[in-house]
């Protein structure tokens, strides 16, 4: 039987073959090892990419509604505490007024009206705020601030009440001023836009709108109250103690009976900071889930992989042996 004789250039030839090929192995189970991600995805997936491809589209649509619920729920909580300080004053100065009122004394009069004017700047700066750089209530107008200072509200109004005899008509005039379709406050002081702002989409068909804006009704009439009580502290309009204890009573009203309107759109309000909190779990959990098999498909197992890198190590520790060896296979090694 004969047998085939393998010279010495074709057997360096495959030494050297074999060394590359196991140099590329360890390079490729060292760079695993380091960072944690399987090299060859294709070998790994037998080619198919369709189940990776899912995963990663939907883990870049759960960070993109993430943003959106993070902008969502700064947008929601600012908006309730504005609100929340309109609330507080009306809660505060109602009473203050009525006992006022019924103390009978003119000075307590004139002490419960004195800071009116800068309670309502106080009211339209929390309704001028921002978030982003977005204004909470300026409707599909988020660049521009809602409304005008309360001081530019109250020179508006000041010269229609030359014409108030009584203090009913006072009254008529501010509220119509504030509440009246086309009136003052939707024609000057209102600087935002008449559509609702852009919602937020927090999930596949899951969009939130807040739909409040300085226009919505309630807040308005919110306002009317400190706007009168301003007016009567600069003496606007009729100026006899009658009147003015009329004035304030009726102010007072108004702030006390604008609290169950400010409150039915703030548990509305409520209503929408929890839907995005629940979309915030719901796209935790998914991402997490996402997250968890995108690492099983591309991620590397450090403890195979270490075992692999060391019997690779092995080989070429090995090889290295074998082609020292085989390098000493001379004529005069073999005559020594």
């Given at each position: 039987?004969?047998?085939?004789a393998?010279s010495?250039?074709a057997?360096?030839?495959?030494m050297?073959?074999?060394?590359?090929?196991?140099k590329?192995?360890?390079?490729?189970?060292?760079?695993e090892?380091g960072?944690?991600?399987?090299?060859?995805?294709?070998t790994?997936?037998?080619?198919?990419?369709?189940?990776?491809a899912?995963?990663?589209?939907?883990l870049?649509?759960?960070?993109?509604?993430?943003?959106?619920?993070?902008?969502?729920?700064?947008?929601?909580?600012?908006?309730?505490?504005?609100?929340?300080?309109?609330?507080?004053?009306?809660?505060t100065?109602?009473?203050?007024?009525?006992?006022?009122?019924?103390?009978?004394?003119?000075?307590?009069?004139?002490?419960?009206?004195?800071?009116?004017?800068?309670k309502?700047?106080?009211l339209i700066n929390?309704l001028n705020?921002?978030t982003?750089?977005?204004?909470l209530?300026?409707?599909?107008?988020?660049?521009?601030p809602?409304?005008?200072?309360?001081a530019?509200?109250?020179?508006?109004?000041?010269?229609?009440l030359a014409?108030?005899?009584n203090?009913?008509?006072?009254?008529?005039?501010?509220?119509?001023?504030?509440?009246?379709?086309?009136?003052?406050?939707?024609?000057?002081?209102?600087?935002?836009?008449?559509?609702?702002?852009?919602g937020?989409?927090?999930?596949?068909?899951?969009?939130?709108t807040?739909?409040?804006s300085?226009?919505?009704p309630?807040?308005?009439?919110?306002?009317?109250?400190?706007?009168?009580?301003?007016?009567?502290?600069?003496?606007?309009?009729?100026?006899?103690e009658?009147?003015?204890?009329?004035?304030l009573?009726?102010?007072?009203?108004?702030?006390?009976?604008?609290?169950?309107?400010?409150?039915?759109?703030?548990a509305d309000l409520?209503?929408?900071?929890?839907r995005?909190?629940?979309?915030?779990?719901r796209?935790t959990?998914s991402?997490?889930v996402?997250?968890?098999e995108?690492?099983?498909?591309?991620?590397a197992d450090?403890?195979?992989?270490a075992?692999?890198?060391?019997?690779?190590q092995?080989?070429?520790?090995?090889?290295f042996?074998?082609?020292?060896?085989?390098?000493r296979?001379?004529?005069?090694?073999?005559?020594?």
């Amino acid at each position: 039987m004969s047998m085939a004789a393998i010279s010495d250039m074709a057997q360096s030839f495959h030494m050297r073959q074999r060394s590359t090929e196991v140099k590329t192995q360890m390079l490729r189970l060292t760079a695993e090892l380091g960072s944690g991600k399987i090299s060859d995805l294709g070998t790994a997936l037998g080619g198919d990419f369709a189940g990776l491809a899912a995963i990663e589209r939907g883990l870049r649509l759960g960070t993109a509604y993430k943003t959106a619920i993070d902008e969502a729920a700064l947008q929601t909580s600012a908006m309730q505490t504005a609100l929340g300080t309109i609330s507080s004053q009306l809660d505060t100065t109602g009473p203050k007024l009525f006992s006022a009122v019924a103390s009978g004394s003119l000075p307590n009069l004139d002490a419960a009206a004195a800071d009116a004017g800068s309670k309502l700047d106080h009211l339209i700066n929390a309704l001028n705020g921002k978030t982003a750089g977005r204004s909470l209530f300026s409707g599909d107008r988020p660049g521009q601030p809602p409304l005008i200072s309360g001081a530019d509200m109250l020179t508006e109004i000041a010269p229609l009440l030359a014409g108030a005899t009584n203090a009913q008509d006072m009254i008529t005039i501010v509220e119509d001023w504030f509440l009246a379709p086309g009136g003052g406050f939707e024609t000057t002081a209102y600087q935002g836009g008449t559509a609702p702002a852009s919602g937020f989409t927090l999930a596949d068909g899951d969009v939130v709108t807040p739909g409040l804006s300085a226009l919505t009704p309630e807040i308005r009439e919110a306002l009317v109250g400190f706007a009168l009580t301003a007016l009567v502290s600069q003496g606007q309009g009729p100026g006899d103690e009658t009147s003015r204890r009329t004035l304030l009573e009726s102010a007072g009203n108004k702030m006390l009976g604008s609290q169950s309107g400010l409150s039915a759109i703030r548990a509305d309000l409520g209503t929408m900071e929890a839907r995005v909190e629940a979309a915030r779990v719901r796209n935790t959990a998914s991402r997490t889930v996402l997250s968890v098999e995108h690492n099983r498909l591309t991620g590397a197992d450090p403890f195979t992989t270490a075992t692999e890198l060391e019997a690779v190590q092995a080989q070429l520790e090995s090889l290295f042996i074998l082609t020292a060896r085989m390098a000493r296979l001379n004529l005069a090694e073999f005559l020594r």
